[in-house]
């Protein structure tokens, strides 16, 4: 069984920054990428940064780009997402989750397990 466990959100203003962290256990974590999603309310989960198994590519949106930074560290299974420059606009509850393929993808349904989320709250 996978398990994802999200840390490090909170309420934060704009302009500020916030270190999200994705503890993994249960699949070998340095074989397979990982990603980043939100939700904010009424709106569909989007991609925002994605990385390889080896965290040598990674992938961001467009509308975080320059702003995030995604990273891994393979012996502590975990994932981070450093956000800076945060803008009310990022407000939502922020997903780790995994994929069965080693190269990092945009696409939600290429992830097959998802962590509970970790709010966000940008306030301005």
């Known amino acids: 069984q996978v398990q994802l466990v999200e840390s490090g959100g909170g309420l934060v203003q704009a302009g500020g920054s916030l270190r999200l962290s994705c503890a993994a256990s249960g699949r070998t974590f340095s074989s397979y990428a990982m990603g980043w999603f939100r939700q904010a309310p009424g709106k569909e989960r989007e991609i925002v940064a994605a990385?390889?198994?080896?965290?040598?590519?990674?992938h961001y949106a467009d509308s975080v780009k320059d702003r995030c930074t995604i990273s891994r560290d393979n012996d502590k299974k975990t994932v981070y997402l450093q956000m800076n420059s945060l803008e009310p606009r990022g407000t939502a509850v922020y997903y780790c989750?995994?994929?069965?393929?080693?190269?990092?993808?945009?696409?939600?349904?290429?992830?097959?397990?998802w962590g509970q989320g970790t709010q966000v709250t940008v306030s301005t």
């Open positions: 990385i390889s198994w080896s965290g040598g590519s990674t």
């Open positions: 989750a995994t994929t069965k393929y080693r190269s990092f993808t945009p696409y939600k349904y290429e992830y097959d397990y």
